[in-house]
């Protein structure tokens, strides 16, 4: 049907593809869309010291987790490992298609085998009898004895400081005239500044700096850090370094490092008789100008004079960015109470994330707290002890670390990242009772009303301060909690239904 319906030069190529005997390129198979479910693999290869790659495949039956469904699993054995047999199709349809025996689901495995199909078969084909035999050209490959690396000598060199309180992180030196002028070309396009501070980003000429740094700088300020270290250990387990808050402003207040966003004011539009939302003029605009010039965790500055680039590292801007995620909306003074630390990292050092079962904190090591109910009625045991555990949250006897974290990545392709951490150690001011249904969550609530019932009384004060306990339900489970009071304690007589059905 494609071939009949198309036109001019389509119809030409098809008509010479039929001639060499290639007209099925052009048209699918009357089963393209079934697919063997096993494919068996001969591996006619007699020499003992290759992986032998025969065996019966599975076809993966996911059609999301690979490329196209093209592939097919042997299942690994006592005497020979899991193999993918994966199809690599020539999408141009200019080239035979290839295959890819793997030891992994990566066409790129350097231990792979590469196999060559011939071009008018397809994977439909091995539900055919007659088509199911096929032979494979294999590319095989070489092992290589011995590899020479040369590079040219340069008159680079780097250096950091291994113990300072300057903002220097590491430094370059030995840049030719050429070199700074196409790092400084997008920043300083006269040529006039000695120094040059890069912007490495915002903008859209950053990728070219970026892209440049990389190039000259990248290579030799890993290749320095792995074999002498920089002042900021990279290693995933270093210790975190506290930063003291600064005199004069203090961390998460910084409103040139973090400017604050545009006020919003809602005015009443008597026109369409509705709130409308409004700002200043010009406020964004102002806002993202602001944004712009807020000072970065790293900066790269070339100077024309030395021939040298340093890249400065400003622990105190990720530290304003962690701070301000902890006390953002929180009220005046909490950034007193909060400490900053910070660590360097790379990406090179991460390790994959250890899996645990996820566990809470519970009451299993806490005392028994007892209290009177009505008849016979009394707690069982580890009621009592979440009892205690709720007495001590309400006495501000508990404390608890909130933590912020923020990451500033170095730009280029180094792999550092500057993590802050603020930190913040509060009292806890409540809790979830995280029973199961008909666990008894009800009365132990009614047990701590009456834990705290006496002192509640002593400090209630007419007409403004009551001694009464607002819980607040669905209105179905309103006369439920009604009964169950009664039915616990005689403790709290006066309880009062509010009903609202709204």
């Not at 065996?55 to 993966?60: E, Q, W």
């Not at 930190?423 to 001011?429: E, F, I, N, P, V």
Request: aromatic share 8%.
């Amino acid at each position: 049907a494609m071939v009949a319906n198309s036109k001019g030069p389509q119809k030409a190529h098809f008509k010479a593809a039929k001639a060499r005997g290639e007209s099925r390129r052009w048209h699918y198979a009357d089963n393209w869309k079934v697919w063997p479910k096993e494919l068996i693999i001969d591996d006619g290869r007699m020499d003992d010291s290759d992986v032998n790659v025969g065996g019966t495949y599975i076809r993966v039956g996911c059609l999301h987790t690979f490329n196209q469904n093209a592939c097919w699993i042997r299942k690994e054995t006592d005497s020979s490992p899991e193999l993918y047999f994966l199809i690599k199709p020539d999408v141009s349809r200019n080239g035979p298609d290839s295959c890819i025996i793997s030891s992994s689901s990566c066409y790129g495995d350097i231990s792979s085998i590469l196999a060559t199909l011939p071009w008018e078969w397809q994977p439909c084909d091995a539900l055919k009898e007659e088509l199911q035999n096929v032979k494979v050209a294999t590319h095989s490959t070489l092992e290589l004895k011995h590899m020479k690396c040369l590079a040219l000598k340069t008159n680079f060199s780097v250096e950091a400081p291994k113990e300072d309180d300057s903002a220097v992180l590491i430094k370059m030196n030995g840049l030719s005239t050429t070199d700074i002028d196409d790092l400084c070309s997008r920043d300083d396009e006269s040529g006039s500044k000695k120094v040059v501070a890069l912007n490495v980003h915002r903008g859209a000429k950053v990728q070219q700096t970026v892209r440049r740094y990389n190039h000259l700088c990248a290579a030799p300020f890993l290749k320095y850090a792995a074999e002498q270290g920089l002042k900021y250990d990279l290693k995933l387990d270093s210790t975190w370094m506290s930063i003291q808050q600064p005199g004069n402003v203090f961390f998460g207040r910084c409103q040139r490092t973090i400017p604050p966003r545009p006020e919003e004011r809602w005015i009443y539009d008597d026109e369409r008789k509705e709130w409308v939302r409004t700002s200043e003029i010009m406020a964004s605009r102002e806002y993202f100008s602001t944004l712009q010039s807020a000072p970065q965790c790293f900066e790269f500055v070339a100077d024309r004079k030395e021939g040298s680039l340093t890249v400065k590292c400003n622990p105190q801007v990720a530290a304003h960015h962690a701070a301000f995620g902890l006390i953002e909306g929180r009220g005046e003074g909490m950034e007193r109470d909060v400490s900053l630390s910070f660590r360097l990292l790379s990406i090179s050092q991460q390790k994959d994330p250890v899996l645990r079962r996820f566990l809470l904190h519970n009451c299993r090591e806490l005392d028994e707290t007892s209290v009177e109910l009505k008849g016979n009625f009394d707690l069982y045991e580890r009621q009592k002890k979440a009892l205690t555990k709720m007495l001590n949250i309400e006495g501000g006897n508990v404390d608890f670390e909130e933590i912020e974290m923020s990451e500033q990545p170095m730009p280029g392709s180094t792999g550092w990242s500057l993590v802050a951490k603020a930190k913040r150690t509060a009292q806890l001011k409540g809790g979830v009772i995280a029973d199961a249904i008909g666990s008894g969550k009800t009365v132990i609530s009614i047990a701590i009303i009456l834990k705290g019932i006496a002192a509640a009384r002593k400090r209630s004060k007419f007409p403004r301060k009551s001694s009464a306990t607002l819980v607040v339900v669905p209105p179905a489970l309103i006369s439920q909690w009604r009964d169950e009071i009664k039915k616990f304690t005689d403790e709290l007589p006066n309880v009062l239904c509010i009903y609202d059905d709204s």
